[in-house]
């Protein structure tokens, strides 16, 4: 063996896992729950150390996500938004798993992360114009180290990873988290993206949100193995499953991701088992392909009552508060919204600018030919 | 001044690049210990590690996947797929993110990533390991395609690629991999990409073509000589952006148009050349323009690949019908 072959393997020494990994080793069949439906807590054991302040300000991203989630919903009925994919129920999920992540760390969406987009500072105004067709609703404040919503499905994992690689090349302590389905986990980009990741140890978390559908294919026939959690195991890494509607539950799981991830052990899958309440887009009619008894279970166990009944206990909440919040949310959402829908539509230079760095005579012909025309109907 | 095979002037770019810039990063498939297939990357891992050269699990599209993480990230990839076929499983990469970052974030997001594999027929091997489907390449928005036909060019436009902040996909002829040799210069020099260049400068009629089809030409050229046929040849280097320019004002003076490549006819490169010609030097034409191409069919296995790929002969035969048109 090379020197350059031993320094590349150094790291390759199986990881050690924390305490929390080893107690939920996929293989064991248990899922990680802090609070039950009540909002009770039943996993006391596992409760992350969180202060008031932090535990009110995630609620409020929590309300966030979801008044400006329903507004959203609503404008699209209204024909003001283009298809949107509903984030209804996975509010625990986003909030909690984002939030436990520093300023430099990175973030790797797919398409249904608003309340994780608001908590890494992506505007929902942006968020707004993204889903009212301008590509402009891609592009966020300096600093924002979130990559833009990707639609194909799990490719997005590997972008993740090449992060992930970058970061242990330059030596830094930075982690990445990337967002996908269930559905994305069938996907070869999703294998190959969790290969990588545990052969080079890049600091990848792989979050899955395990909502139970691929539009209208459910978990049951996505995969006939138990959890997906458990798939962790094949590739050489910890996998936990979490209940995602359970918001100490995601932050302790991810917390622990991340710290292991910075202390170069390598990559996390993060299974969080929630519930899309809504449509898999504004396009799509759940009806077709679920039973409404099995919508009600799942009202039940809606992430925000439980987190509201648990502050409500520690005397952090009240109906005073729920209001003001809610109205404080509404008024963000509409401010914002309103903002997004003061853009314009891209000029003819737009759509041609940024395919490449500078343009070719090909789009500068096809650009001309264009602006000709438009001029020509302009003195109709 | 050393006199290189392609193969060895590829490796001298990527060497240089590598001592030039540490955001620049070698990997692919057998790149490391083995120094690649085609041996393009030999000894480099030896001179400049494993965290600068290194082996990827077998899965082309995380090659491509990661190096796009990567370039978000402020590294300079440089990837290797081992064989033209085997880009496929990328095409989801290549199409969906590679091509459309800097697009899809209004420039927030360059990818200065280069993917190169070898390319086209002639070196009697496995099935999938023949194709030459670069118009497929061309016809993706937002992707540079770019292919040498010399060592000189290869090199000079291999640094060009990797210094470029947009994906440069760098098509490597194997039939030429160690067919040519030539003297290239042992510094950093660049080509630029989009440029064509006339290789041979004649009256009679213009020949199009690229990579390992620019000698077949250049044979071909010597022949139709001997009849009086004055033929200027370009070597297109660059198949998007296309060089209309440089094939336009060449068949203004010839009035004879022919173009030549090994990939499929349908969709191909001639037809786009063809068409870009037939809208800007119509009325300079004397006779119809031609093209020679591969079949629209899967390329041979060995035993029959001397059907699907033409020798000289059969270039010279249809310059002689452009002429005679």
């Known amino acids: 063996m090379t020197a350059e072959q031993k320094t590349a393997t150094r790291r390759s020494a199986k990881p050690s896992t924390g305490s929390l990994f080893e107690a939920f080793d996929p293989l064991r069949g248990r899922r990680l729950e802090i609070l039950d439906e009540n909002g009770k807590v039943v996993g006391g054991e596992w409760m992350p150390e969180l202060s008031d302040e932090k535990l009110l300000h995630a609620y409020k991203m929590m309300l966030l996500a979801r008044v400006a989630d329903l507004k959203a919903v609503s404008l699209q009925r209204q024909g003001r938004l283009y298809t949107l994919p509903p984030s209804l129920g996975q509010e625990a999920c986003a909030v909690g798993s984002a939030i436990t992540l520093e300023k430099e760390d990175w973030m790797v969406p797919a398409y249904r992360e608003l309340g994780a987009w608001l908590v890494r500072g992506v505007p929902l105004s942006r968020v707004y114009l993204y889903f009212a067709g301008s590509e402009y609703g891609n592009v966020y404040p300096p600093g924002v180290r979130v990559l833009p919503t990707s639609v194909p499905i799990s490719s997005?994992?590997?972008?993740?990873?090449?992060?992930?690689?970058?970061?242990?090349?330059?030596?830094?302590?930075?982690?990445?988290?990337?967002?996908?389905?269930?559905?994305?986990?069938?996907?070869?980009?999703?294998?190959?993206?969790?290969?990588?990741?545990?052969?080079?140890?890049?600091?990848?978390?792989?979050?899955?949100?395990?909502?139970?559908?691929?539009?209208?294919?459910?978990?049951?026939?996505?995969?006939?193995?138990?959890?997906?959690?458990?798939?962790?195991?094949?590739?050489?890494?910890?996998?936990?499953?979490?209940?995602?509607?359970?918001?100490?539950?995601?932050?302790?799981?991810?917390?622990?991701?991340?710290?292991?991830?910075?202390?170069?052990?390598?990559?996390?899958?993060?299974?969080?088992?929630?519930?899309?309440?809504?449509?898999?887009?504004?396009?799509?009619?759940?009806?077709?392909?679920?039973?409404?008894?099995?919508?009600?279970?799942?009202?039940?166990?809606?992430?925000?009552?439980?987190?509201?009944?648990?502050?409500?206990?520690?005397?952090?909440?009240?109906?005073?508060?729920?209001?003001?919040?809610?109205?404080?949310?509404?008024?963000?959402?509409?401010?914002?919204?309103?903002?997004?829908?003061?853009?314009?539509?891209?000029?003819?230079?737009?759509?041609?600018?940024?395919?490449?760095?500078?343009?070719?005579?090909?789009?500068?012909?096809?650009?001309?030919?264009?602006?000709?025309?438009?001029?020509?109907?302009?003195?109709? | 001044m050393a006199v290189m095979t392609l193969v060895q002037a590829v490796k001298s770019a990527l060497d240089l690049k590598l001592a030039d810039d540490e955001n620049v990063i070698v990997f692919g498939e057998d790149v490391g210990v083995g120094g690649g297939v085609f041996r393009a990357t030999e000894g480099l891992q030896k001179k400049y590690g494993a965290k600068r050269v290194f082996d990827t699990p077998l899965a082309e599209s995380s090659i491509v996947g990661a190096a796009v993480g990567m370039a978000i990230a402020g590294l300079r990839p440089v990837v290797e797929i081992q064989f033209d076929g085997f880009m496929h499983p990328a095409f989801n990469q290549l199409v969906s993110h590679l091509a459309r970052f800097r697009y899809r974030t209004r420039g927030e997001r360059p990818m200065p990533v280069v993917v190169r594999f070898p390319n086209g027929d002639g070196v009697r091997a496995l099935e999938l390991h023949s194709d030459s489907l670069e118009a497929v390449y061309g016809h993706v928005p937002g992707l540079k395609v770019v292919m040498p036909s010399t060592p000189y060019d290869a090199k000079g436009l291999l640094i060009s690629a990797i210094e470029e902040n947009d994906p440069v996909l760098f098509l490597e002829p194997k039939r030429i991999y160690r067919a040519v040799k030539q003297d290239v210069p042992d510094g950093l020099y660049r080509i630029p990409i989009g440029k064509a260049r006339v290789l041979q400068e004649g009256t009679n009629v213009t020949l199009v073509a690229y990579g390992a089809m620019i000698r077949v030409c250049q044979q071909a050229i010597l022949e139709a000589k001997k009849d009086g046929i004055s033929v200027e040849l370009i070597d297109l280097r660059t198949i998007y952006p296309l060089d209309t320019a440089t094939i336009v004002e060449s068949v203004k003076k010839t009035g004879r148009l022919m173009v030549v490549h090994e990939s499929p006819r349908s969709f191909g490169v001639a037809a786009e050349i063809i068409a870009r010609v037939n809208e800007q030097a119509f009325y300079y034409l004397e006779s119809p323009p031609r093209r020679l191409t591969g079949n629209d069919t899967i390329p041979p296995l060995p035993k029959s690949e001397d059907l699907y790929f033409f020798p000289p002969e059969r270039v010279y035969y249809e310059l002689k019908r452009a002429f005679e048109a």
């Open chain 1, 156 to 380: 997005q994992l590997l972008h993740a990873v090449g992060i992930g690689h970058a970061i242990n090349y330059r030596n830094r302590k930075e982690v990445v988290i990337t967002y996908f389905g269930d559905g994305g986990t069938s996907e070869g980009d999703f294998h190959e993206a969790l290969n990588w990741a545990a052969v080079f140890h890049c600091p990848v978390i792989f979050f899955c949100n395990n909502n139970q559908y691929a539009i209208s294919h459910p978990r049951a026939r996505q995969t006939i193995s138990e959890t997906i959690a458990q798939k962790a195991i094949a590739y050489g890494m910890p996998g936990i499953q979490v209940d995602g509607n359970d918001f100490l539950a995601v932050y302790r799981a991810t917390q622990e991701a991340a710290s292991h991830a910075r202390a170069g052990r390598g990559p996390v899958l993060i299974e969080g088992v929630t519930y899309r309440m809504g449509a898999h887009t504004t396009s799509d009619d759940p009806s077709k392909y679920r039973e409404s008894e099995e919508e009600e279970l799942w009202k039940a166990r809606d992430p925000l009552i439980r987190m509201r009944k648990y502050l409500e206990a520690k005397g952090l909440w009240d109906e005073t508060r729920e209001e003001d919040a809610k109205t404080e949310a509404q008024a963000k959402a509409d401010e914002d919204f309103a903002e997004a829908e003061k853009w314009k539509a891209n000029s003819v230079d737009e759509i041609f600018a940024h395919v490449f760095e500078s343009t070719v005579p090909e789009l500068e012909a096809q650009a001309e030919s264009l602006k000709s025309f438009r001029k020509w109907k302009e003195g109709r």
